[in-house]
Each structure stands twice: as structure tokens, then as C-alpha cells.
């Protein structure tokens, strides 16, 4: 009977150790190998890469005068001020939303702002004063500052930079 017993015991207890030991690490590399697939799928695909970036001409884009590019979907609308326009904002903080032109434009001659009603996410017209949201009514100024509405904040803002002189890049650049 006592030759029973020694046989339930373990010969080699470092034996156990290590198949044990590579037992689990070979089990986290299956894990590893088969997550691998379903994690590299959260990745934005190539064509959402593409649009994360526009690069936009202001060449030929004349004072007063209004570009609209797309990005991400989104229109951008591009407005080279006047410098009484310019000046005239400078002046201002706007209504609902306070806040100064300075904060809002990287250029006084140049607003870039994204052109959807912060509201409900209408197309906002040009008037000459600004932008008008005919859905609702609400009233943007020449810096996207909300003067009047039901348009909660300004219009907002894309992240963008001055590339060159006459070129600016909209959406994050590639690091």
C-alpha cells in the first residue's frame, strides 16, 4: 500500500513547474495570435485615413469671398476677410458664446470654420454679415460667433495650419 501512495506523488516537482510555466505562456501566445485580427480591425480603415487630411488652395480666393472645401465629410467653409471685416470682429466677442476673434482665427484675414449649424447640424447660408441657419434661424457673425438662435455655441473649429503662403492643411497632420 505505501508503494500506491508514493506513485500519486509527484517524481520531479520542478518538472510540474516548468510544464506548467510553458502550459500558460503558450496558452497567452493563442490568445495573443487569435485577438490580433480582431484588435487590428478597430484601426480606421485606409479610405477614413485618407480623408483625415485636406489640403486646400487659397489661391485666387479674393477678399469677401467664401471657398468650401469637404473634410471628413463635413463642409468646410474657408472666408478671406476684408480688414474691415477683420477689424470689426476684433471689436466684438459675439452673443450666446463669447469669445474673442483672436482665439478663433490663426490669421485675421482668413476664418475657417466648420459649416454645420451647431444646432441641429444644417447647412448655414452666407449673408454678408455672416451666416444665417434658415431651418431655425440661427445667426452667425463673420468669426462663426452665434449672435442669435437656437444654436447652442459657434461654429466650430477643424484643427488646420498654414502650409505656405497661400495653403493651408485641415485635420491633424501626419506625425
Same mark, same amino acid.
Given at each position: 500500500m505505501?508503494q ?12 510540474r ?6 502550459? $500558460? ?11 490580433? =485580427?480582431?484588435?487590428?480591425? /478597430? ?5 477614413? +485615413? ?10 485666387? *480666393? ?6 468650401t472645401?469637404e ?7 474657408? *472666408?478671406?476677410r ?6 470689426? /470682429?476684433?471689436?466684438?466677442?459675439? $452673443? ?14 482668413? +476664418? ?8 441641429? $447640424? ?12 434658415p431651418?431655425?434661424g ?8 452665434? *449672435? ?10 477643424? =484643427?488646420?495650419e ?14
Open positions: 505505501s500506491d501512495k508514493d506513485k500519486a506523488q509527484p517524481q520531479d516537482p520542478e518538472r513547474e516548468f510544464l506548467t510555466t510553458a502550459t $500558460g505562456v503558450v496558452a497567452g501566445a493563442g490568445i495573443v495570435a487569435t485577438s490580433w =485580427p480582431f484588435i487590428a480591425s /478597430m484601426n480606421p480603415s485606409s479610405e477614413v +485615413l485618407s480623408k483625415a487630411t485636406t489640403e486646400v488652395s487659397l489661391t485666387g *480666393l479674393q477678399p469677401g469671398a467664401v471657398k472645401v473634410w471628413q465629410g463635413k463642409p468646410v467653409f474657408i *472666408l478671406h476684408t480688414d474691415e471685416q477683420a477689424t470689426d /470682429m476684433d471689436k466684438t466677442e459675439g $452673443g450666446k458664446d463669447p469669445q474673442k476673434d483672436t482665439s478663433r482665427v490663426k490669421d485675421p484675414n482668413w +476664418l475657417v470654420v466648420v459649416g454645420l449649424c451647431t444646432h441641429l $447640424g444644417c447647412v448655414p447660408q452666407r449673408k454678408d454679415q455672416g451666416w444665417f441657419c431651418c431655425h440661427s445667426v452667425y457673425d463673420n468669426s462663426g460667433r452665434i *449672435l442669435k438662435g437656437p444654436a447652442p455655441r459657434n461654429l466650430d473649429l477643424p =484643427p488646420y498654414f502650409i505656405g503662403e497661400n495653403k493651408i492643411l485641415i485635420g491633424k497632420a501626419k506625425a
